[in-house]
């Protein structure tokens, strides 16, 4: 088992990551949460048949009493009706200020029983078991928990950390090529902004097969990159701003798309592949970058551009959540592992595109 410690004082919190650990659910969780009794242990229509019961089961196995909430899989779930949902069914459930939420799926199952947790009550426990690569390497740490409205993404939310990320690398086992490759944009991000070592090991695993002969160690490198980047700015206010390189243009491909077309990690795989081109032509990013990146991401089923109006740019970049007055953060690269923010106006940005 490979574990790391996301050292937030008064907050501090154990990702854990080892082949079946999902069937040591009721275990780990009862270290962490000694007083509880009731877990609302909410996930998704794709992911209850295959892993529901071994969570449930082994929770139950260890003294806590469960209530098992399905939403519907897909981003469109991740709204305020079903966050009221879990609110009641928290009330009818009897949880106390004492119980806890469970997240067993994707980010959309975390985003939305976490904020869940966050408000209840005014703050329940919360345990993180992500499934997907997406939620393992990235929205499962860090203590981002949100909802959708219809306005964009993740424009409703709270900042509330985990007492415990549960990763068990075996679930990756039934994602779709699709799903895989959704994540695999995150990671490749990671080597962008931080190391390009790593980057480069992701280049000669090539593929899905070649990332999941090595997968405890990319989810570990991952998960302690964006460890010391929360630990430094929990609350997005400076260096954790990096870790949206790509998102600011993904996720106007994203919303243009009314969230249907393209995955969140296929939105981001070309926004940093525009990010990265828009970068040399300012001569801030090394030559060569923007190559490296499009091969990459292309290698692992990502695309590398999607059409966009600049109606849609503007409307994402006027409600980017780095964005301050007529001003907007950019995420830039000076070369692979290493990052360049820098701030302009967002006429100037859309200019640009």
Known sequence: MKSL?????????????ASGILSR????????????????????????????????????ES??????????????????????????????????????????????????????????????AFVQI?????????????????????AGKNLAGAFWQPKLVLMD???????????FSDGMAEVIKYGCIW??????????CGNRAGVMERIEEVLYTCCAIKAKVVEEDELDTGLRMIL???????????????????????AVSAGMCLVARLGEQLGLTESGTETAIRRLTAA???????PCSLEDYRSAIGLDKKGSGDGITVIFLKKLGETLPKKLAKKELLNLL
């Not at 659910?25 to 229509?45: F, H, M, N, Q, Y």
């Not at 690398?169 to 799903?179: E, I, M």
């Open 130 to 150: 992500p499934t997907t690569l997406l939620a393992q390497v990235d929205s499962s740490v860090g203590g981002k928990v949100a909802i959708d409205l219809e």
């Open 25 to 60: 659910t009721g275990a780990e969780c009862r270290k962490v949460l000694p007083k509880t009794s009731r877990i609302l242990l909410v996930t998704d229509s794709n992911v209850a048949p295959l892993y529901g019961k071994t969570a449930e089961e082994s929770l139950t």
């Open 63 to 124: 003294g806590f009493t469960v209530r098992t909430v399905v939403i519907p899989a897909g981003e469109p779930s991740k709204n305020a009706d079903n966050l009221v949902l879990l609110w009641n069914e928290a009330m009818r459930f009897g949880i106390t200020r004492t119980d806890a939420v469970i997240a067993l799926g994707g980010g959309v199952v975390g985003d939305l029983a976490g904020f869940a947790a966050a408000t209840i009550l005014r703050g329940v």
């Open 300 to 306: 692992y089923g990502l695309p590398t551009d999607i």
């Open 5 to 17: 410690t996301v050292a937030l004082p008064g907050r501090e919190y154990d990702i854990l990551i």
């Open 244 to 266: 949206n390189f790509g998102h600011t243009l993904g996720h106007a491909y994203e919303k243009a798309y009314h969230y249907e077309t393209y995955t969140h990690g296929q």
């Open 195 to 204: 190391d390009s070592d790593f980057f480069r090991l992701l280049s000669r």
């Open 169 to 179: 690398p075996l679930t990756l086992n039934t994602l779709p090529d699709v799903t």
